[in-house]
């Protein structure tokens, strides 16, 4: 089992930028590719970035491909997503989802096993 708590979010101007944490729970930390989703009012939850877990590639959506990035600490059981240049269309739930053992496709929903509860992004223009 696993548990996982997202901090960090809030309010920001377009441009500005934001540094996501989720904070996890459990044994074995490393052996969970770790995810970010997001979901905006009215909308599908969709993937945002993926970050495996012991060789630590990552995989990015289109849409935020060059501004954000996903980083892990294995050894502080935390993943972080770092959000510059956001934008009024960044403005979602943030999500901090863990795989075990990783996913076949990246970013697939169903392939990950545990989920936080979220953290508010709103960004204005």
């Known amino acids: 089992q696993v548990q996982l708590v997202e901090s960090g979010g809030g309010l920001v101007q377009a441009g500005g930028s934001l540094r996501l944490s989720c904070a996890a729970s459990g044994r074995a930390f490393s052996s969970y590719a770790m995810g970010w989703f997001r979901q905006a009012p009215g909308k599908e939850r969709e993937f945002v970035a993926q970050?495996?877990?012991?060789?630590?590639?990552?995989y990015n959506a289109v849409a935020v491909k060059g501004r954000f990035t996903i980083s892990r600490d294995n050894a502080k059981n935390a993943v972080y997503l770092q959000m510059n240049s956001l934008k009024p269309e960044d403005t979602a739930v943030y999500y901090c989802?863990?795989?075990?053992?990783?996913?076949?496709?990246?970013?697939?929903?169903?392939?990950?096993?545990?989920w936080g509860q979220g953290t508010q992004v709103t960004v204005s223009s």
């Open positions: 989802a863990a795989s075990f053992g990783g996913t076949v496709v990246p970013g697939r929903v169903a392939e990950y096993d545990y």
């Open positions: 970050i495996a877990g012991s060789t630590r590639s990552t």
